[in-house]
């Protein structure tokens, strides 16, 4: 009775970290066009480019194929915000994929998606990116060998839990952290650029030399090496979660995605020929932290501050995800599709206790059981699978309902290039180098009917799990959140 007399008493305050981006925006009361695009860039440019230029040179086989495949990764990201901004416009609500999928299909596909990612694709990307910042972390302790793996993923289990306690205590310690870390991120990859446009201008481009020599021709290995590049495009449909705060969002989204996706698709390519100036392909396919051995070659005894930067870089770029990660959980469960327990927020710190504590407890899991380039080529197999049924729902509306009103309309042929790039990053692995893996991820996600036909279709709500959410309640101090509190 305490917690909901002060739920009561204090609707105004009694706000979620799940959604605080949101407040912070509402704060400001608008989101502009220069905003929008640091939003847009500052989520794109994480960890990936630290991790995934080696893995993508890995399945191509040579410099200049695995240069064409960050080249096309960028265009289809740009493709597919694109599409995005459509049903951006259509749809003016907050939510992604979520709110676009239930809006369109209805409530069994959007509970499905929403069941999906909050138990495994959210916690698989804050894996990911922890495992990353363990490996810069810690790459300064073990110089001229590759560091131990228990050693990283301790290291990246440390970050899990650390940032659940900012995230847990203080909404403003955990924004705070993920602007001062921003910076850190751009010094990095300026310094490589730089550092690059140097090398080349001295003449070392052996890398680039028979560029294509032994380039493979696999569709599975391709489509795995597309995965590793998309995981560092990953945040372009960002700005759709925020579709509510926009000012002018016909106008905005377009635009912001136009001017952010080619600035960071030029600043990856700058960055990957700097990689392939300063390395043999050889020496980084070897390289477990491939900024850290350029930082070696190029800098000197000045090295350590790469290996520093890319730290600070991927920790902020870890917090920013678990500190985002909770929005579709929050709003799945304003919907009804998810637990009451994950919509409630602290009475005191006034924080999504139980769904910060449920995605750092199932990302922990993943650490444990996964290395990065596994749990990148998981998360992205469930991501496109997902937005090929966002994109598809994008050309029924084209079809179907073109007298819906619409300020801005991308050609038909964008989302008809995004879905079938969809489809061909959903099923070449499977035809190619089928996986047992693959098939349990398919089970999960069908597995989500046995839970939403009693629970979300038929609303059967038992007594004991009714019991069990008051029991943790008490426990950790939660109550509900206001349905219209974002």
């Known amino acids: ?39 847009i860039a500052g989520t794109m440019i994480g960890s990936g480019i630290f991790m995934s230029p080696e893995w993508v040179l890995h399945h191509m086989g040579n410099p200049a194929s695995s240069l064409l495949i960050w080249a096309a990764c960028g265009l289809l990201a740009m493709f597919g915000a694109l599409s995005y901004a459509e049903l ?53 302790f073990y110089p001229g060998c590759s560091s131990p793996q228990v050693a990283i993923k301790c290291t990246a289990a440390a970050c899990i839990l650390i940032l659940t306690i900012i995230n847990c205590l203080n909404v403003r310690l955990a924004t705070s952290v993920m602007n001062i870390f921003t910076a850190a991120k751009l010094l990095a990859l300026l310094v490589i650029v730089v550092g690059g446009l140097v090398l080349l201008a001295k003449g070392q481009t052996q890398s680039f030399q028979n560029g ?48 952010a996706i080619p600035l960071v698709t030029c600043l990856y390519l700058l960055v990957n020929l700097s990689y392939l100036a300063a390395m043999t392909p050889s020496e980084l396919l070897s390289s477990g932290a491939v900024a850290v051995t350029w930082g070696d070659k190029v800098l000197g005894s000045w090295a350590w501050l790469i290996s520093l930067s890319v730290a ?32 409630m ?86 035809i190619d180098q089928p996986q047992v893996e693959i098939l349990y991820i398919v089970l999960f996600i069908f597995s989500g009917i046995i839970f939403y036909f009693p629970l979300v279709r038929f609303k059967w709500h038992p007594h004991f799990l009714q019991r069990v959410t008051l029991q943790l309640q008490l426990l950790l101090e939660v109550a509900p959140t206001t349905k219209d509190a974002n």
Request: charged content about 15%; some cysteine.
């Open 212 to 259: 294509f020599q032994g380039t493979t021709a696999g569709i599975g290995a391709v489509g795995v090496a597309f995965y590793q590049g998309l995981w560092s495009y990953d945040g372009w449909n960002n700005l759709n979660y925020v579709t509510e705060e926009l000012k002018k969002p016909e106008v905005t989204l377009p635009r912001a995605l136009m001017i």
């Open 345 to 430: 927020a602290h009475v005191r710190c006034l924080t999504p206790f139980p769904a910060l504590l449920f995605t750092s407890a199932m990302s922990l899991i993943m650490i444990i059981s996964g290395s990065f380039t596994s749990i990148v080529n998981f998360f992205s197999f469930m991501a496109w699978l997902f937005y090929g049924m966002t994109i598809s729902g994008l050309l029924y509306l084209k079809i179907k309902k073109p007298e819906l009103p619409r300020s801005y309309k991308v050609p038909i042929i964008i989302p008809i290039i995004v879905l079938m790039a969809a489809v061909y990053l959903v099923l070449a692995p499977i």
């Open 1 to 39: 009775s305490t917690m909901m007399e002060r739920k009561t008493t204090d609707p105004l305050h009694l706000s979620t970290d799940l959604n605080e981006e949101k407040e912070k925006l509402r704060l400001k009361q608008e989101v502009s066009l220069i905003s929008g695009v640091s939003l």
């Open 312 to 343: 600070l870089s991927t920790f902020g770029s870890s917090n920013g995800t678990f500190f985002s990660g909770g929005r579709v959980c929050y709003i799945a469960a304003r919907e009804g599709h998810m637990p009451d327990i994950l919509s």
């Open 88 to 140: 951006g416009t259509i749809i003016k609500e907050s939510g992604g994929e979520y709110i676009y999928i239930l809006r369109t299909f209805g409530s069994f596909p959007a509970f499905l998606f929403a069941y999906t990612s909050v138990i495994l694709v959210r916690p698989a990307g804050l894996a990911a990116v922890c495992l990353s910042f363990a490996e810069y972390a810690i790459a300064p």
